[in-house]
């Protein structure tokens, strides 16, 4: 089994602060610390559980954040800066997927450094339905097939997952308090859990089916602020609903993301 490890960093066991995950700022090398860790506990975890071949994206920013002096040679590859016109490429040879160190949804209560692409987004919705990064990325990679075997981050992120993967497993690291503060496991507790829900999740993944978005796609924005709305005349596909909101419609859940963002 060939498993394809998105990784973000908010969710990231340790993190709950900002200045973790952005680059300059004197918590970054903390945070990025931090992710390497959970990293090296779920690429363990994987191959433990029967995964032949491990390819991990960092896909938090520019793709930046991998710190290269704790990366193991247990992974077989690590996508890091662009990556081009697609959300993370072709998935042709990969049976799974892992999302880790996701983070709940723009507005979610609650929830560890919530937001949805950045914080220019009030609220995302996919054919009506609310979505945060974890419905489109799973979204994404169930359009080739690809099932999210698993999910880590807080409280308010697994549980987001459940609600639309009821089979996916989860690893919840830490719980939200508020956006930027919480109840996090110690680092020994956290990484062992991650290492045991890889393992099961590779155990338990042809049980586990691709989520999958029917098309046609119409993806509606609310953005924060109006300065933040693009030019009507950039985009022919955008449907302006009013000075702070519109629509874009698309055959796949990965053209719309980029008709809405790009």
């Known amino acids: 089994m060939n498993v394809y490890v998105m990784v973000d960093i908010e969710g990231i066991s340790g993190i ?3 200045d973790q995950t952005r680059e300059g700022r004197w918590q970054n090398p903390e945070g990025r610390r931090c992710l390497m860790a959970d990293i090296n506990a779920c690429v363990e975890g994987l191959k433990a559980g029967g995964a032949e ?12 954040m991998l710190d290269w002096e704790q990366a ?30 996701y983070h709940a949804m723009a507005g979610t209560e609650g ?10 987004v009030q609220n995302m919705y996919i054919n009506g339905e609310k979505v945060g990064e974890t419905a489109v990325d799973a ?6 097939g690809v099932p999210v075997i698993m999910v880590s981050g807080d409280d308010k992120v697994c549980a987001e997952a459940k609600a639309i993967m009821p089979d996916v497993v989860t690893a919840e690291v830490k719980k939200g308090l508020t956006c930027t503060g919480g109840i996090l496991l110690p680092p020994g507790k956290a990484h062992k859990l991650i290492y045991e829900k890889a393992k099961e999740a590779v155990e338990k993944a042809d049980s586990i089916k691709p989520y999958v978005i029917e098309g046609p ?8 602020e109006r300065t ?7 985009k022919p596909y955008m449907q302006m609903i009013d000075g702070r909101s519109f629509t874009v419609t698309a055959d796949t859940v990965e053209e719309a993301l980029w008709r809405a963002f790009y």
């Not at 979204?139 to 080739?144: K, L, S």
């Not at 933040?228 to 950039?234: N, T």
Request: glycine fraction near 14%; aromatic fraction near 10%; hydrophobic fraction near 40%.
């Open 139 to 144: 979204a994404i990679a169930g359009e080739q």
């Open 217 to 224: 796609i119409t993806c509606k924005m609310e953005m924060i």
């Open 228 to 234: 933040r709305m693009f030019r009507p005349s950039c």
């Open 53 to 64: 071949k491990v390819i991990v994206h960092d896909c938090h920013g520019g793709g930046w």
């Open 111 to 120: 929830a560890i450094l919530e937001h949805t692409f950045g914080l220019d």
């Open 72 to 101: 193991i040679p247990l992974a077989d590859g690590y996508i890091c800066g662009y990556v081009g016109d697609r959300r993370y490429g072709d998935l042709t040879d990969m049976d799974a997927m892992v999302l880790l160190g």
């Open 16 to 18: 709950y602060s900002n």
